[in-house]
């Protein structure tokens, strides 16, 4: 059974940094792309980012380059994303997920979410 579970969600000032993780099991991923997305309230998930597990390539969306960064580990099978000078804007429920198609769908596994909160 595939398993995505996310962590390292809370509550950070604005300009505070934390680090979200998504380990992964049940199955390899070895060619799959590995992505976080948000939902903020009343809005639609959004893409943030992606890391391609076979060959480390990594995308973002335009709002949060230059402040956060996806890596992963594979022997850990995890996945983490480093969120640095957070805003209030970026408070969500953050989802990581994977993809055998790209880095922009297919996304057929899903975490349960994990909140940030970033107050003002």
């Known amino acids: 059974q595939v398993q995505l579970v996310e962590s390292g969600g809370g509550l950070v000032q604005a300009g505070g940094s934390l680090r979200l993780s998504c380990a992964a099991s049940?199955?390899?991923?070895?060619?799959?792309?590995m992505g976080w997305f948000r939902q903020a309230p009343g809005k639609e998930r959004e893409f943030v980012s992606a890391?391609?597990?076979?060959?480390?390539?990594?995308y973002y969306a335009a709002s949060v380059k230059g402040r956060f960064t996806i890596s992963s580990d594979n022997s850990k099978n995890t996945v983490y994303l480093q969120m640095n000078s957070l805003k209030p804007e970026d408070t969500a429920v953050y989802y990581c997920?994977?993809?055998?198609?790209?880095?922009?769908?297919?996304?057929?596994?899903w975490g349960q979410g994990t909140q940030v909160t970033v107050s003002y």
């Open positions: 049940g199955r390899t991923f070895s060619s799959y792309v």
């Open positions: 997920a994977a993809s055998s198609v790209g880095p922009f769908s297919g996304y057929k596994y």
């Open positions: 890391i391609s597990w076979s060959d480390t390539s990594t």
